[in-house]
């Protein structure tokens, strides 16, 4: 009997563990936690399935593209410009967030589950936002015309992939819930995660929301003008608000020089267009990429030229530049399954909760994407919340196949 519990305890603590690592994702001096939390839940999961005491599935749409993805990886070691930092970060930043997709799918396995790890998002970012706004604007005293981003935690163009998930969390939540507490923190945190993604004054963070909650509320059109009336009005009383209206967001798309940087960029790409150059974050700044980067540049037309050097700020031309167009193909591959498999269950969801999330889910990795055309966001934190968002659509894929096999078992 005492044995019995011990193993109903592990169970019910792996999930936890997860949970807790998720909800410290965005903040910075929690990394020993992190890492107690993520290397406890697998040895206790390998301790519980040595023991048989459960059963572990890779089963996902996924998997196959997984695989191929990461064996694509692994040999593009082998023609990196860093061969060893590669290797590091195709552990701590590929092989790492596989592991966490894979116990994500295992043990968060009920509505109830899903719907725990979802609240944890919200309030996360709650508090991101909240503390972040107060320590930016009142403690450091930063005018307000001043873009929110934090050093060292979340850069400007990067706050929206911690406070827009909760912002979509938030609203989608709202249909199901009717106690007035849970009722008024979702209102209060749709109200504080808006907030901390305009303040940004960011193009991408701005794009990203307005197409996302479309998606999101594309069924309920009526919510769909109350949500973007309270954006155009939570932009119109702010300071900066000439910045992120028609004229100033034009005029700051204009004056940036992303698409010099991505023709750059692609001539880069065009040295190595089918390996790429290694999937270490420390490319950048290996003195050989450099001067590769500076003979491109010298050999391109002053209107193509960026005003000074920088990493891609661009998902899509990132992944083309440290995997080759094959990691990207891969990439693309594994997206494009993410998209199938929202729309299936979004349209087709054997329960009101699976239609309704996923097609939140659906809408979350678009506003991920849309952000990543404008921003640096394969690494760190953003890493892994593409890989939460695959895991909580893959939840869902899971719970829709356990009740369409029910519904068949009934006749």
């Not at 009997?1 to 690592?21: G, N, Q």
């Not at 163009?157 to 507490?181: H, W």
């Not at 109200?191 to 991408?204: D, E």
């Not at 050097?309 to 094959?326: C, K, S």
Request: hydrophobic share 55%; proline share 4%.
């Amino acid at each position: 009997m005492a044995w019995d519990s011990i193993m109903y305890f592990l169970k019910r603590l792996v999930p936890a563990l997860i949970i807790i690592y998720v909800f410290l994702n965005p903040y910075p001096h929690t990394t020993a936690i992190k890492e107690i939390s993520f290397y406890s839940s697998i040895l206790i999961v390998i301790f519980l399935v040595v023991g048989n005491n459960i059963s572990f599935s890779f089963r996902s749409p996924l998997t196959i593209l997984f695989v191929l993805f990461s064996g694509w990886v692994l040999g593009n070691l082998f023609f990196a410009i860093n061969p060893q930092n590669s290797f590091h970060d195709f552990y701590a930043h590929l092989l790492k967030y596989l592991v966490l997709f894979y116990l994500l799918i295992n043990f968060i396995y009920s509505p109830r589950h899903l719907k725990i790890l979802i609240w944890s998002v919200i309030i996360s970012s709650f508090f991101f936002s909240v503390f972040g706004i107060f320590y930016y604007y009142v403690t450091l005293d930063y005018s307000f015309n001043m873009r929110f981003g934090l050093p060292g935690v979340a850069a400007v163009n990067n706050v929206g992939m911690i406070t827009v998930p909760a912002f979509l969390f938030s609203i989608n939540a709202l249909f199901f819930e009717n106690k007035p507490l849970r009722v008024t923190f979702l209102i209060t945190c749709v109200i504080t995660t808006l907030i901390g993604s305009l303040l940004t004054q960011t193009v991408g963070i701005l794009l990203a929301m307005v197409v996302a909650v479309s998606i999101l509320l594309m069924r309920k059109l009526k919510v769909l003008i109350v949500v973007l009336s309270l954006l155009a009005i939570t932009v119109g009383f702010m300071p900066f608000h000439s910045r992120v209206g028609y004229d100033g967001l034009l005029q700051k798309i204009k004056a940036d020089d992303r698409t010099q940087l991505w023709y750059v960029y692609s001539r880069m790409i065009e040295r190595k267009p089918f390996i790429g150059y290694g999937f270490g974050m420390s490319l950048y700044s290996e003195d050989s990429f450099v001067s590769g980067f500076d003979d491109v540049l010298s050999k391109t037309p002053d209107k193509y030229k960026p005003s000074y050097y920088q990493t891609p700020h661009n998902i899509f031309i990132d992944m083309a530049v440290r995997t080759g167009i094959g990691g990207l193909a891969l990439f693309l591959a594994i997206v494009s399954t993410f998209i199938y498999m929202g729309l299936k269950l979004a349209r087709n969801g054997g329960s009101t909760f699976i239609r309704s999330w996923a097609l939140c889910i659906l809408s979350l990795l678009i506003s991920f994407l849309i952000q990543g055309v404008f921003a640096d966001v394969l690494f760190g934190p953003y890493w892994v919340i593409f890989f939460v968002i695959l895991g909580m659509m893959s939840v869902l894929w899971r719970l829709d196949t356990r009740l369409e096999r029910a519904e068949n078992s009934d006749y």
